[in-house]
């Protein structure tokens, strides 16, 4: 019963280095949601997907870009690291009927050096 | 001004008393209301949901909502070491995206 997904669990990266956050969820899930928590502070809405195919914008999108080709998967790109991306980055999903609440993997910690 | 406040903290209790959590919101819009535990380097997990003013119980939680005043809570009866967490509120308009307080990191001394 894996649920949301999220690798790797722990990455440092350099200033201008890119890299990609992977997020994958079993549960038929149409709607996932990648947020970043700093300290002290609740998670703030990077991008999110209501299914495949399908992105927008969240509250912080810039430096990020995502996809999603499939209804499982929802990869989150740091195009070139900046040591503000220095947080950890949760990914969430949720059933489209109902509107139920999301379900969180158990988050990346990323340090940009 | 953020949409979404959140007592601060941090709490400190002693196992066995009554807890309460408190978030006040400012967009109207919000329909759905829930309350997240998340342990020390782990990912929130749900631990209330709700939908429209009223209470909710489950076990020795109870989320209660007051959509006129904008202000929700969630207690926890005979708190327990156990229940040491942060508490986050979370709010949304419409599914796949929520918006968050900043939590509340609670501490259940035996």
């Known amino acids: 019963n894996a649920g949301v997904t999220q690798t790797p669990k722990f990455q440092v990266l350099k200033t201008g280095q890119s890299m990609t956050l992977q997020c994958a969820q079993d549960?038929?899930?149409?709607?996932m949601s990648w947020y970043r928590q700093d300290p002290g502070m609740g998670l703030r809405l990077i991008h999110y997907?209501?299914?495949?195919?399908?992105?927008d914008q969240g509250e912080v999108p810039n430096g990020y870009n995502v996809s999603r080709s499939t209804t499982e998967d929802f990869p989150l790109r740091l195009l070139s690291a900046a040591p503000s991306q220095t947080s950890v980055y949760f990914c969430?999903?949720?059933?489209?009927?109902?509107?139920?609440?999301?379900?969180f993997g158990d988050g990346t910690r990323l340090s940009i050096l | 001004q953020k949409e979404v406040e959140q007592d601060p903290g941090p709490l400190s209790v002693p196992e066995g008393a009554i807890v309460s959590l408190n978030c006040t919101y400012s967009?109207?819009?919000?329909?759905?209301f829930m309350w997240y535990r998340q342990y020390s380097r782990k990912g929130p997990e749900l631990l209330m949901y709700?939908?429209?003013?009223g209470n909710k119980e489950d076990g020795r939680f109870t989320a209660q909502v007051d959509k006129s005043s904008k202000y929700i809570s969630l207690f926890i009866r005979d708190s327990q070491p156990s229940d040491s967490a942060t508490y986050l509120c979370?709010?949304?308009?419409?599914?796949?995206?929520?918006?968050f307080g900043d939590g509340t990191t609670l501490t259940v001394k035996p």
């Open positions: 969430a999903s949720s059933s489209g009927t109902g509107n139920q609440p999301q379900h």
């Open positions: 549960m038929n899930h149409e709607y």
């Open positions: 997907s209501v299914g495949a195919g399908i992105t």
């Open positions: 967009n109207s819009a919000f329909q759905y």
């Open positions: 709700t939908y429209s003013s």
């Open positions: 979370a709010m949304s308009a419409n599914a796949g995206k929520s918006t």
